[in-house]
């Protein structure tokens, strides 16, 4: 319930003999794992608004900086709600609701669930979870998150319990659906995933395949993403190559710009490679795997998805 940036990392998760209903019939059925080391896949289907995803908060916040002309978001952490899972009735919302007092949650945003279901409120620990998380309360109906004013950029940690595939859908400013993502989670993990998108977003859906159960925490939202500058428009004819790669990545931008410098992230946001003043990069003695190439231009920042062999 504060405005400000954070990187997690987070660990913990459950099994369960059976499947149940609700959420809450989980309190007493919990049992912690190790983390496994997974992270979310992102697969866009048919992108329309969205510029960019994101499995690690410091990815998120690069893009907040080099797509926002108002990179600031309102970070709302579900701390100070019930002790133990409970039903907080059809919303959760700043207005108060059965979990959380009037004032309690950030202003902006308003939580309920599809088909007229209630919400639920899980505090932290209670099914294997790092950090309190809300979402719909049973199993069966999926997770609305709307957001008055509407929202460019929007971040969040998901929760799956039995079904690792989520699919998130978009909702523009006139409530047309703007683009459908579908992430893979790791189920009874938290996992970070965030997206900015160059249109106002006024709600979205989040509903976890085959009756999952899908959770939401530490939910950022906010920013200003405006149409493309001129710079914008330069930076978008920049390219990199080949990719996939096995050893060498070049750059090749428009001769009236020049790099000065390059930084490459892992997908959990780690600095692994970092060149100045070239416009090759050498990534032959990394793991495979998706990384994130940051390039700083004379003409600015732009970021791009690599793909090691």
């Known amino acids: 319930m504060r405005k400000i940036t954070l ?14 209903q609700s959420y809450l019939e989980l309190s007493n059925q919990n049992q912690t794992n190790e983390f496994n080391g997974e992270t979310a896949t992102v697969i ?30 309102t970070y709302e952490d579900f701390l100070g709600g019930p002790i133990e899972i409970l039903d907080c009735g059809l919303t959760m919302s700043n207005a108060g ?11 902006g945003f308003q939580i309920s669930a599809s088909n007229g279901s209630n919400t639920v409120s899980i505090p932290a620990g209670a099914i294997g979870n790092t ?30 319990n039995n079904f690792p595939l989520t699919d998130i859908r978009v909702f523009g400013e006139t409530g047309d659906l703007i ?4 992430v893979n989670v790791p189920t009874n993990l938290q996992v970070f995933f965030g997206m900015i998108a160059d249109e106002p977003i006024s709600k979205i859906e989040v ?6 159960g899908e959770l939401v925490g530490n939910l950022y939202f906010g920013a200003t993403c405006e149409a493309l500058s001129v710079n914008d428009n330069i930076l978008s004819q920049l390219s990199v190559y080949p990719n996939p790669t096995n050893d060498i990545v070049t750059v090749k931008m428009p001769s009236n710009i020049e790099v000065v410098s390059m930084k490459l992230f892992d997908v959990l946001g780690n600095l692994v490679l970092n060149n100045a003043n070239t416009s090759r990069l050498d990534v032959s003695n990394l793991s495979s795997g998706l990384y994130l190439l940051d390039i700083t231009t004379t003409a600015g ?9």
Do not use: H
């Open 7 to 20: 990187f997690f990392i987070f660990v913990g998760g459950i099994m369960f003999a059976q499947q149940p």
């Open 44 to 73: 866009n289907n048919s992108s329309q608004g969205i510029i960019a995803t994101y499995v690690a908060k410091v990815l998120f916040d690069i893009g907040l900086e080099e797509n926002c002309s108002e990179p600031t978001v």
């Open 97 to 107: 609701d059965g979990c959380y007092d009037p004032g309690e949650l950030e202003i």
């Open 131 to 160: 950090d309190p998380l809300a979402g719909a309360i049973t199993f069966a109906e999926y997770t609305v998150v709307e957001f008055t004013p509407n929202v460019y950029a929007i971040a969040m940690d998901l929760w799956e």
């Open 179 to 182: 683009e459908t993502i579908q």
């Open 207 to 212: 509903q976890g395949e085959q009756d999952s």
């Open 301 to 309: 920042s732009v970021s791009k998805k690599i793909v090691r062999n």
